[in-house]
């Protein structure tokens, strides 16, 4: 445990909504309090700019393992970004304009003051689908193109089967598999990219998908362990809120040879927490604004991920 007590500040979504046995950001509040730094909540919009500089209504925060009862909040004060020791930027998916002014904000605090995780910069830069096309020798055939006769053609080119999803989009939603020959092809795509005006991303169909789809947790580069969520059998998708269930999964060669590949990028970009989506052997998702999974590695591994954070954090901080 750090003899140094630090102030985190943790700009997230309503503490009221989160559920406590399934948030990552839960348990990094959990262990940054049972370490005795002090935790800060900072809502979204709460974020200003006064001046040139970023500043935050933020109010002290516990948090407890009792679903419906699961925090308290202290008397809010306005204090300067670079007055706190970290600021986590932890508000869920999709990356709106909202996040986008976030990331703006936080941009204009001293790095040398205080550290921002994960780096805005990066944030801004690295959408959640299109940064894994960095890596094209890890990830499956893509497409990116809001042409509806290109996606059909592509379509074709793959056998007749694919996936295809919003750039924005989080959780599952929006993705759609499409086949050639289902009659709904046309009305999919149409639908998809908004009548032909908006891109889209289409990749190969990856039968391993009905396996499950494992989220990868990486800290600087490093897996820290894996779960595997499995669809059901009416789902395409496998995501947990949409019925996806929690499987052991643990790392193979195959994944350790992803993680090396991405990892030198992913420090060059400030991207310290980050969940992979690997279907079989290809990464399909770079997950950087708020990955979630940590709880239910720990459940089944055996291990506390948000202990290795905090390591990392009270190493690093300022």
């Known amino acids: 445990m750090s003899a140094r007590k630090l102030r985190i500040g943790f700009v997230m979504d309503p503490l009221a909504h989160i559920d406590v046995e399934k948030d990552t950001t839960f348990v990094f509040l959990e262990e940054a309090g049972r370490r005795g730094h002090q935790c800060l909540y900072i809502a979204p919009e709460e974020l200003a700019i006064r001046r040139g500089t970023?500043?935050?209504r933020m109010r002290p925060v516990a948090v407890r393992r009792v679903p419906g009862d699961h925090f308290t909040l202290g008397p809010a004060r306005r204090d300067a970004l670079?007055?706190?020791d970290v600021v986590l930027l932890r508000k869920d998916p999709p990356f709106d304009m909202e996040f986008f002014f976030d990331t703006h904000a936080a941009s204009l605090a001293d790095p040398a003051r205080v550290l921002i995780l994960n780096d805005p910069r990066g944030l801004r830069d690295a959408n959640e689908k299109l940064y894994a096309l960095l890596f094209p020798e890890v990830v499956p055939e893509s497409l990116v193109t809001a042409d509806i006769e290109l996606l059909k053609e592509f379509l074709r080119e793959l056998g007749g089967e694919m996936i295809v999803k919003p750039l924005d989009g989080c959780?599952?939603?929006g993705i759609f598999h499409v086949k050639a020959d289902d009659r709904n092809v046309n009305a999919i795509l149409e639908a998809s990219t908004h009548q032909g005006n908006t891109r889209i991303m289409a990749q190969r169909y990856l039968l391993e998908v009905r396996r499950g789809d494992?989220?990868?947790i990486v800290i600087d580069g490093e897996p820290q362990g894996a779960v595997l969520r499995v669809p059901t059998d009416a789902?395409?998708?496998s995501n947990f809120h949409v019925g996806g269930s929690a499987a052991r999964a643990p790392l193979t060669a195959r994944d350790r040879e992803i993680c090396e590949r991405l990892a030198p990028r992913l420090r060059e970009d400030g991207l310290i927490f980050v969940g992979l989506d690997v279907i079989?052997?290809?990464l399909t998702e770079v997950n950087v604004t708020s990955p979630?999974?940590?709880q239910e590695i720990n459940a089944l591994d055996g291990v506390k991920i948000e202990?290795?954070?905090l390591d990392w954090i009270e190493r690093h901080a300022p």
């Open 292 to 294: 979630t999974g940590v």
């Open 235 to 237: 789902e395409s998708r």
């Open 82 to 84: 670079e007055d706190l």
């Open 280 to 282: 079989g052997d290809y």
């Open 307 to 309: 202990a290795t954070m």
């Open 171 to 173: 959780g599952g939603r």
């Open 214 to 216: 494992k989220r990868i």
């Open 54 to 56: 970023p500043e935050a």
